[in-house]
């Protein structure tokens, strides 16, 4: 059993930033991969980032060289770095973390960003 907390979500002008949290707990024992997606209204939850646990990264081309995504591994804690934000960011933001190994698949419950033009 896993739970993800993320955080950090607000209200932003384009042009701005915001820097995501998602702090993982319970069941996190070797977890690999942890990403984050995000979904708009009326629309389907799409990948944003992921990393590994090794630090391999992986970015949507929509927000690549504007996002960057980091992980804490001794605080069991992901990051997503947001920079030149823009109207069409706006979403809720999701911390993923997958253990196909158990069949499971975790969320957290989103954190909104709202960017105004």
Known sequence: QVQLV???GGL?????????SCAASGTIFRIN???????APGKQRDMVA?????GTTNYADS??????????NDKNTVYLEMNSL???DTATYYCNVPRPEYGINYWG???LVTVSS
């Open 33 to 39: 991969a942890m990403g984050w997606f995000r979904q």
């Open 109 to 111: 419950k989103g954190t």
């Open 50 to 54: 992921t990393i590994t646990r090794g």
């Open 86 to 88: 823009k109207p069409e």
């Open 12 to 20: 932003v002008q384009a042009g701005g930033s915001l820097r995501l």
């Open 63 to 72: 927000v690549k060289g504007r996002f960057t995504i980091s992980r804490d």
């Open 6 to 8: 993320e955080s950090g």
